[in-house]
């Protein structure tokens, strides 16, 4: 570990929350939550109404195929909106399973989907590549439902890492091989010349990697795109593309994979995580502070720790313990670097389009809706062109389950939802009377209400049908069953009656459903502005609740130091009369003592002065 054994470690998780941020809002908008997300489109005119109803029988029964019948479908869209944003690219193969019955549509890292880097689109590709791991018993099961060759390819073995995966890959490997080691399948998607007329055919090579052993040969074309000459000669074979590409970002140097947020934020995130453990290194490093012992001091050498409120006694003096003791030089956490990890955070978020408000934070109190709506869509801008990317993807994976029921789906198919049976003459690519597609429009409940609350404007006009408005705006406000509301003899006029006047009295209903909608968000957006007016009063309570807390304690602050002034003071006073009274008591007392010494000097002045006198008479 860097610098030293047991440093800091942290990773800051940058790309984590841009990728949970990304997939959050897509996979709500992605997989509706009415399980509708096939839509179809109409091809030309459609007088009789027919086409629209095939194309509303195909919509219901591929969403219900595909949340219903396709096992993981849903979950491996989730796991894949929650990969592509790192890795930049993902795959999925949609392929007809002949040992199951039935489509399956399965998720591929791209790492086990080998192919040119340079390559413009997967249709053009030479040569695709698919890595697949599979069980003994699964090759087993394929062999005896005739899918594979039954050939003997002895006991699997583990691959070399050179071989096929990475390094960290190959660590993950088991050692020994057992009865549980999967054989390495290698599914090429190439062209071969089979039958020696010069052209290649697309053809799809299943083999195992250790043997080499061919498993399976099968076509990847149909007679549909087979394109001869007058003559009957084939010029063109349009192969059969099983693998849907996910991308994220295109990427700068115009090759086939696109980038992601570890690409674009990968640098990034490390010199966060090095900015980070820096910071905790230099502290740990300043708290556990060390350095050099002299050899010349009088210590029992070897580690020596310290305990919080601990003193040891040492055979030396202070001076030497300053002189013998040198502490390692450090500094604390650097407030520079701090803030340039902040700025690096800061510019990883506006890079990833990760802020504050689409998090959940509020924004301001005084920040308008329409302010707040507006700043949303411009930060929606990055992540509503990336959607536009994965709905094509979508379309195309659409597109190629529309064609796998066509070949595969079984005539006498009935079921529940559509209450009609439903069968491969629905699913009819050469007249292309309908297509499936995915919806891009309408990225949120919002925006959709706004649309269609948008057409009943359009009804005074009187060029739109009425009950398709109403279809809509029912459709939008996401009413459970709102089929079941549509009266059966709305849009047709009643005998006698006048239509114009039914359209203008449907107009009418439709306006007062609109009125109600703005009363009912009035009350709410009142109801919000009474919630924050009521916690800005109690803000407003409890800060001035807290001034006074604070002016009381202050008060009492002052009072107390007054207080302890005051005594300091009389302290102050008293030291000095005392001081003052001592200084006039030893006066005193040498004034005393001063008078007491004259006392006993006089008599003997006086006798002095007497013998003095006496002997001067003689």
């Given amino acids: 570990m860097y610098p030293w054994p047991h440093a800091s470690n942290v990773k800051y998780p940058l790309v984590s929350i841009a990728s949970m941020q990304f997939a959050a809002r897509a996979y709500p908008t992605l997989v509706p939550s009415d399980k509708k997300i096939v839509k179809t489109q109409v091809i030309g005119k459609d007088p009789d109404g027919q086409k629209k109803e095939r194309a509303d029988r195909v919509s219901t029964y591929m969403s219900y195929q595909i949340f219903h019948e396709m096992d993981g479908w849903e979950e491996g869209m989730d796991k894949l909106l929650n990969m592509v944003p790192v890795v930049g690219t993902m795959f999925k193969k949609t392929f007809f399973d002949p040992v199951k019955g039935k489509n399956c549509s399965y998720i591929i890292q791209p790492k086990n989907l080998v192919m040119n880097y340079w390559i413009s689109c997967l249709e053009e590709c030479e040569r695709v590549s698919e890595i697949i791991e599979m069980s003994p018993r699964k090759v087993k099961e394929k062999q005896l439902a005739g899918v594979f060759l039954d050939v003997e390819l002895g006991p699997p073995t583990i691959p070399n890492e050179d071989t096929l995966h990475t390094e960290v890959t190959g660590m993950l490997r088991p050692q020994v091989a057992d009865d549980t080691t999967p054989y390495t399948l290698i599914e090429q998607h190439t062209f071969l010349d089979l039958n020696g007329d010069g052209y290649k ?44 590409k996910y991308g994220f970002i295109p990427n700068p140097d115009g090759s086939f994979y696109d980038i992601g947020f570890g690409h674009l934020l990968g640098p990034i995130n490390e010199s966060v995580n090095t900015l980070i453990n820096q910071l905790i290194d230099s502290g740990t490093l300043n708290n556990l502070q060390g350095g050099f012992i002299g050899k010349g001091l009088r210590l ?50 506006e890079l990833a389009s990760v802020a504050e408000i689409f998090v959940g934070k509020m924004p301001g109190q005084n920040t308008p809706a329409t302010t707040t709506m507006a700043t949303i869509e411009q930060g929606m801008k990055v992540f509503t062109a990336i959607y536009k990317r994965i709905y094509r993807s979508l379309e195309e994976e659409f597109k190629k389950l529309f064609r796998l029921n066509e070949v595969y789906l079984d005539p006498q198919t009935y079921i529940e939802v559509l209450d009609a049976p439903i069968g491969p003459e629905d699913f009819n690519t050469q007249d292309y009377q309908i297509c499936p597609a995915a919806d891009p429009t309408a990225v949120s409940q919002t925006e959709k209400l706004i649309k269609a609350q948008a057409l009943l404007e359009l009804l005074p006009i009187g060029t739109i049908d009425p009950l398709k408005v109403t279809m809509r705006v029912l459709e939008a406000m996401e009413q459970p069953n709102w089929q079941d509301l549509i009266s059966p003899s709305a849009g047709q006029p009643q005998e006698g009656g006048d239509p114009a006047a039914e359209a203008k ?22 109801a919000f502005k009474s ?71 006089q008599p003997k002045s006086q006798a002095r002065k007497n013998s003095g006198s006496g002997k001067s008479t003689r």
Wanted: net charge positive.
């Fill in 201 to 244: 055919e697309p053809y799809v090579v299943t083999f195992e990697l250790g043997s080499r052993k061919v498993l399976r040969i099968s076509a990847r074309f149909d007679d549909r795109g087979i394109h001869t000459n007058a003559e009957g000669k084939v010029i063109r074979i349009d192969p059969i593309c099983y693998y849907t």
């Fill in 300 to 349: 029992k050498m070897g580690e020596t720790r310290m305990e919080p409120g601990e003193w040891k006694a040492v055979n030396a003096t202070g001076d030497d313990l300053r002189k013998q003791i040198v502490p390692l030089p450090t500094k604390e956490p650097s407030n520079v670097l701090f803030q340039l990890m902040g700025a690096l955070v800061t510019s990883g978020k």
């Fill in 505 to 526: 009295q449907m107009e009418l209903m439709l306006k007062q459903q609109v009125e109600q909608q703005k009363m009912e968000l009035k009350a709410q957006e009142q």
């Fill in 531 to 601: 919630e924050l007016a009521m916690r800005d009063q109690i803000f407003k309570q409890q800060m001035e609740e807290y001034k006074i807390a604070k002016e009381a304690e202050l008060k009492e602050r002052i009072a107390m130091a007054e207080f302890q002034r005051n005594v300091h003071q009389d302290n102050y006073k008293l030291a000095r009369e005392q001081q003052r009274h001592a200084v006039q008591l030893r006066q005193s007392e040498e004034a005393h003592k001063q008078k007491v010494t004259q006392a006993k000097e």
